[in-house]
């Protein structure tokens, strides 16, 4: 069945260092595939998303881009701020039935 | 003016009791799921509805039961609670059901079983 996996957290960086968070996946025909982020004590938010291969997403400085050879949608930002500090979400959708199936969430915090 | 709202925000209940989470999204669309994430974040799909249809039901127990009265709420509705239900619960919505478009996520209602 399809799946999602992102790298273990929690990732901790300081102010302006560069972030990676990984995500590969397993899927049947072609997923669309996202990043949503959850801010303490909140609900998820779409990040980015990207639709097809080679595809890029990309919001607020974030991007991911869709690789089919690899099956990867690795999210980056060159520079992170203490306000990025938050649980990041990798996940597929089911073309169908748009269903999404998440990743265990990768928790970022970053110190001033 | 919120696009999908939950209520409550927070649930304190006794084992076995029934309960009931409403969920109301403004943004018309057509499609909506529930959401459990455990006390580790994971974030799993129960159930969603198109058009007041059932399309998602995954291996829930029966105790859980939805309701869609019209196509801007989709009500959860929970029979005999056990300790093991205590979890947060996102009620989303998107346009329609295919995998290309965004969900929009409410608040999420935090349920407690004690």
């Known amino acids: 069945g399809n799946s999602v996996t992102q790298m273990e957290g929690p990732v901790t960086l300081s102010e302006e260092a560069f972030l990676t968070i990984n995500c590969t996946y397993t899927?049947?025909?072609?997923?669309?595939l996202f990043w949503y982020v959850q801010y303490p004590g909140e609900g998820l938010q779409l990040l980015l998303k990207a639709t097809k291969a080679d595809d890029k997403g990309s919001n607020k400085g974030f991007e991911a881009t869709y690789r089919k050879e690899t099956t990867s949608f690795h999210l980056e930002k060159g520079s992170v701020q203490v306000s990025d500090s938050a649980v990041y979400f990798c996940a597929l959708s089911d073309f169908n039935t748009g269903k999404l199936i998440f990743g265990q969430g990768t928790t970022l915090q970053v110190k001033p | 003016d919120t696009a999908v709202s939950q209520t409550p925000k927070y649930l304190v209940t006794q084992m076995g009791n029934d309960k009931s989470i409403k969920c109301e999204q403004n943004l018309g669309h057509d499609t909506m799921y529930w959401y459990k994430q455990d006390s580790k974040k994971f974030l799993k799909i129960m159930f969603s509805y198109n058009n007041k249809e059932l399309i998602i039901n995954e291996t829930v127990p029966n105790r859980f039961s939805p309701k869609s009265p019209d196509k801007a709420h989709l009500n959860l509705h929970i029979n005999s609670l056990e300790l093991g239900d205590s979890a947060v619960y996102f009620c989303?919505?998107?346009?329609?059901?295919?995998?290309?478009?965004?969900?929009?996520f409410g608040p999420g209602t935090r349920l407690t079983v004690l």
């Open positions: 989303a919505s998107s346009q329609d059901r295919a995998g290309r478009n965004e969900q929009f």
């Open positions: 899927a049947t025909g072609y997923p669309s």
